[in-house]
């Protein structure tokens, strides 16, 4: 992981978390518990093992208040649309 963005990637999803933008909100933590958790700085992080479904990683991701937190489907950015 760079110090500046996490990228993993699991079949067709890909999450990367912008960590210089993450602000330790948390909604991300609550919305999808088993993909994100806080690193000890409170940043955003991508867990191992089994992620959640992807309703609840995009949901978690629109929860951001910061955009922090970018999500592909097959390779194409599906959220945040810019």
Do not use: H
Request: charged fraction near 25%; glycine fraction near 6%.
């Amino acid at each position: 992981m760079s110090e500046n963005v996490q990228i993993v990637k699991k079949g067709e999803i890909e999450i990367r978390i912008l960590r210089e933008t993450c602000i330790s909100a948390g909604p991300c933590t609550v919305y999808a518990p088993n993909t994100f958790d806080l690193d000890q700085e409170g940043i955003a992080i991508i867990k191992a093992g089994d992620w959640d479904s992807f309703e609840k990683i995009f949901e978690a991701a629109k929860s951001c208040p910061v955009l922090a937190i970018e999500v592909y489907e097959n390779g194409q950015k599906v959220y945040p649309e810019n």
